[in-house]
């Protein structure tokens, strides 16, 4: 099926910054140098998904997966951790109409690239701490959605938000965020548009979560980029209409990966709320997150804790701040695991 980007009247023209187009974000990663990109996929629309690699990773092939490993009772079997930092991924635009996480992915990238993002802000902070990991960022992982979508969607309406995002029925209905998890593929011939959630198949990577069954290639390429490198961390980057805000952690999980992931969502919350991106610091979630999708897969994948961020799109927020969000969170976050390790491999040997 063929769709044509949506256009939303009144929207705001974007910075120069804020380079979140198909070709920026291809030119921006097949042309770094102090990085290493690797293409892991290529959608169903013909566009190639990066991933850019920072630090040693010349790990050699793998004799082990993180199933056989854990068991064995020498999880060092699959991932290898001798003088070793650990492996950070962070993974943007999984959704295509949440811009927000890749604006601060190709901005992160430009700032490794050439010691400033495309604002001339150097982060000096958080390229410190990076010095201590293995980072890979993948700038946008579902560039079919990212290709039908507005730069941003600072101002649109609801109704804009939701048909930008999951689509509408051919019959003017929303298809919405809870109707789009109802299909899946969600059926193109009966939409007017699909939104930016799902690639050109219709499949929305993020649940593309069946464990023998993996339909997308975007997944599949995330997936053996987690295994490949043994990921320890990956931080998901989202978008809603809310405040933004570090998600639960998942009720499906290592207890603890539970354990660390609410002392994330507590130091991060907290973050934001002190930046004044947030109303309140949320201390405790009201409980754990119940779905299955491809954090869960991720998991299984390497062992690695996986949390979601999720952006806002607009309410009172500039554009700064709604990138803003991505960096408090990474920095945040980084400066927590060195004292406090984002998974501990050797507890399942105990």
Known sequence: MHFLPIKIAGLAERP?????????????????????PEVIAVTPGRYPVYAILYGDFNDGELQNN???????????????RTGMKPTVLFLAGIHGAEAESVAAAMNLVETLETRADYRGDKHEKLVSLLEHYRLIVIPCANMDGRALSPDHLKG?????????????????????WLGS????????????????????????????????????????????????????????????????MLLSPQEYNYRSHQERALRAYRAVNRALFDA???TEAMSDPPRFDRG????????????ALVMTLECCVSLR??????????????????????????????????
Request: proline share 5%; net charge negative.
């Open 16 to 36: 120069d910054w804020w380079k979140v187009r198909p070709a920026e974000i291809v030119g921006r990663a097949a042309s770094v140098r102090r990085g290493r």
């Open 66 to 80: 993180w199933s056989a490993g854990s068991s064995s009772g020498n999880p060092a079997s699959y991932y290898r």
């Open 156 to 176: 649109a309406s609801k109704t804009d938000f939701r048909i930008a995002s999951q689509g509408a029925w051919l019959d003017g209905r929303l298809v919405d």
């Open 181 to 244: 998890k109802e299909y899946f593929p969600l059926p193109l011939d009966q939409v007017s548009y699909p939104g930016g959630y799902p690639n050109a198949e219709g499949f929305n990577i993020m649940h593309d979560g069946c464990p023998g069954h993996i339909r997308t290639a975007e997944a599949r390429g995330i997936l053996q980029l987690v295994e490949r490198y043994a990921v320890d961390f990956v931080l998901n980057g989202h978008s809603c209409e809310c405040e933004p």
């Open 276 to 278: 004044g991106l947030r």
């Open 292 to 303: 299955v999708n491809l954090n869960t897969l991720m998991t299984l994948a390497s062992g």
């Open 317 to 350: 927020f500039s554009f700064e701040e709604l990138m803003q969000a991505n960096f408090i969170t990474l920095e945040t976050l980084l400066e927590s695991g060195l004292a406090d390790p984002f998974v501990d491999r050797t507890v399942w040997k105990r």
